[in-house]
Nanobody, 130 residues
């Protein structure tokens, strides 16, 4: 079935940067679309970004306007790891972040299709505060 293990996260000041890692075992990350989700305090979990498989030309899909230009996804293929790169962090970015592997190679068109993601990381807390 495979597994995703997340690392990174923690406390960061507003305006700072952070990188979250999502390492896969039991399957190859490049062959699946991978999404990043966020659950802010008191809110439902939402999809924020997704990257299609390496074989797809779809590339990066952004579901939340507030992260455009600040968040992106990068790969370390040799490590079978994918990263969420976050910059210019704001207090409203606070939450638990999850990576998830889609059943297929393409990202969903909207960020609320969690049922299309079959493998989930354990989640990691990001707190943006001074």
């Amino acid at each position: 079935q495979g597994q995703l293990v997340q690392s990174g996260g923690g406390l960061v000041q507003p305006g700072g940067s952070l990188r979250l890692s999502c390492a896969a075992s039991g399957f190859t990350l490049n062959y699946r679309a991978i999404g990043w989700f966020r659950q802010a305090p008191g809110k439902e979990r939402e999809g924020i970004l997704c990257i299609s498989s390496s074989d797809s030309s779809d590339g990066l899909t952004t579901y939340v306007d507030s992260v455009k230009g600040r968040f992106t996804i990068s790969r370390a293929n040799a490590k079978n790891t994918l990263y969420l790169e976050m910059s210019s962090l704001k207090a409203e970015d606070t939450g638990v972040y999850y990576c998830a592997a889609n059943f297929g190679v393409h990202c969903p068109t909207t960020g609320n299709r969690e049922n299309e993601f079959g493998i989930w990381g354990q989640g990691t807390q990001v707190t943006v505060s001074s």
